[in-house]
């Protein structure tokens, strides 16, 4: 960007305009719409420009006196233009030399006027058509009583402030006014239609609304593995519940004013229980508020996300669900490892380690056949457990075993190692992020492309010498 756009106040400012033929006018006209002090130094005035109070007529040739104290300068004379230009920019005062760019420090936008509404288009002079085209776009989108309702807007933003509360209802209360009928009322120039309308508008928002509660899946960590839905959500909400795996990037997309109230669950940790969890979703909706309850990879998995829908839906409160990108898919993607592959497998199981009280509990001898394939969350404490169960029930010790710690996320980090050594590979490599144990899955891109875990040599000794 060559030209910093900028509005400049010109109220009481003198603004000095060389020139009086067909140009100049064309610049009085837009000054005109301002409070500054016009003056045109000509020997001739257009006769728009003649008579007109608002002009200082200066009927002389220019002289560089006439730009002490001015603002800005027009310079509308081609014979006059380079010696207007040096002089100005010999006192620091911005310049347009009208079509001569290279001899002027500022240049001038198209605009669209819906004062005080006031857009600026520009191009830096490479494409005037292009600004024009835009320009007449932006018109035929702009209600032409958007400047008054702009005004109106002004005035009444303190008792709107005091009427309706802050948050969705007052942007809804604002949207109404600026696109509903307040604004058509007032573009009829009607003005008691007008205020019926703004009081029927207040009257609807002030009315204590219905809360509701958004399931939202918030995908394994990167958020750009949000869906749209989610995004737009995160930035409808009122009030974001969130889990401890939700990453700060995806809150980073969030509404910046919605109140965030975490309710991770944290291994060993004091943590909020699913009870006080569907407690503070109740007492937000009841409030009238929008929540967002966004869960790490999708809500329907693993997230607890039915049982939080059933509290609410008992309560009367109603509820949607956005799904999301859960972790054994996040992960797959991450390491470029096809979750189901002609001619190796057919079906993919998704299933935790957690149960209730301890390991969960799993048709072991089915997951123990060869070809199958399965994706274990919330495995990495159970993994010992896990993987006796399977050897128990005839599973391949030499099983590949592909492990993605905090996957999708900055700090992904993979390991691979089979069946029979997957306790000793987590534990000799410090794993303890949320990780996805991928069981029986083809191999993994090139190893070149991974970030695998160093080997903590200390804990493999004292294995190895436990072992022995
Ligand atoms: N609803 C979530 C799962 C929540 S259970 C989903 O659909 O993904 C929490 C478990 O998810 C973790 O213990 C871990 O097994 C897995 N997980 C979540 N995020 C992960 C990530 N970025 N990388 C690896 N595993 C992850």
């Known amino acids: 960007m060559r030209y910093f756009p900028i509005f400049v106040d010109l109220k009481g400012r003198r603004v000095l305009v060389v020139g009086g033929g067909e140009e100049a006018t064309r610049k009085v006209r837009l000054l005109l719409k301002t409070d500054a002090i016009i003056e045109v130094v000509a020997r001739d005035l257009h006769p728009e420009l003649a008579g ?4 200082n007529h200066v009927a002389e040739t220019f002289v560089p006196r006439l730009l002490d104290g001015a603002a800005l300068v027009y310079s509308a004379d081609k014979d006059q233009n380079a010696h207007v230009s040096a002089e100005a920019q010999a006192r620091g005062i911005p310049v347009n030399a009208v079509d001569e760019a290279d001899i002027s420090t500022f240049i001038v936008p198209s605009i669209v006027d819906r004062d005080p509404v006031v857009v600026a288009i520009g191009t830096e002079g490479a494409a005037p058509v292009l600004a024009q085209s835009i320009r007449a776009k932006v018109d035929a989108l702009l209600p032409h009583s958007l400047g008054a309702l702009a005004a109106r807007a002004q005035t009444l933003r303190e008792r709107i402030a005091g009427l309706v509360p802050a948050g969705n209802r007052r942007r809804a209360f604002w949207q109404e ?24 508008a207040i009257h609807a928002q002030s009315r204590p609304a219905q809360g509701r509660v958004s399931l939202v899946g918030a995908g394994p960590g990167d958020p750009e593995l949000l869906t749209l839905k989610a995004h737009r959500k995160l930035q409808e909400a009122d009030v974001i519940v969130y889990d401890r795996l939700v990453s ?19 291994p060993y940790e004091a943590s909020p229980r699913q009870s ?23 809500p329907y998995i693993f997230g607890r996300g039915g049982e939080e829908q059933a509290a609410l839906e008992a309560a009367g409160i109603p509820v949607d669900v956005v799904p999301g990108i859960t972790a054994a898919a996040g992960c797959a993607a991450s390491l470029k490892l096809p979750l189901t592959q002609r001619g190796q497998n057919r079906s993919i199981t998704l299933l935790t380690a957690a ?23 919330m495995g990495v404490q159970a993994a010992g457990d896990v993987a006796a169960r399977l050897l128990s029930a005839g599973i391949a010790p030499a099983t590949p075993v592909t492990i993605v710690e905090n996957g999708t996320l900055p700090n992904e980090r993979v390991a691979q190692t089979t069946i ?35 080997v903590r040599e200390d804990i493999r000794d004292a294995i190895l010498r436990a072992a022995s």
């Open 52 to 55: 007109n109070p608002r002009i």
């Open 177 to 200: 006014f600026f696109f509903g009928t307040p604004n058509s009322a007032l573009d009829e120039g009607d003005d008691v239609a007008f205020e019926l309308a703004v009081q029927d």
């Open 248 to 266: 700060p990037g995806v809150l980073e997309l969030a509404r910046r004013d919605a109140v965030r109230i975490p309710v991770g669950k944290t």
């Open 420 to 454: 029979g050594h997957l306790w000793e590979t987590i534990h000799t490599r410090g794993i303890h992020g949320p990780s996805i144990i991928y069981v029986g899955l083809a191999k993994a891109k090139s190893s070149a492309d991974i970030v695998p875990f160093p």
């Open 276 to 298: 006080e969890i569907n407690g503070i979703l109740q007492r937000e909706a009841g409030k009238g508020l929008h929540v967002v309850r966004l869960k790490g990879g999708d």
């Open 355 to 377: 149960g209730d009280t301890g390991l969960a509990e799993h048709d072991w001898a089915a997951l123990a056949r060869p070809g199958q394939v399965f994706a274990i969350y």
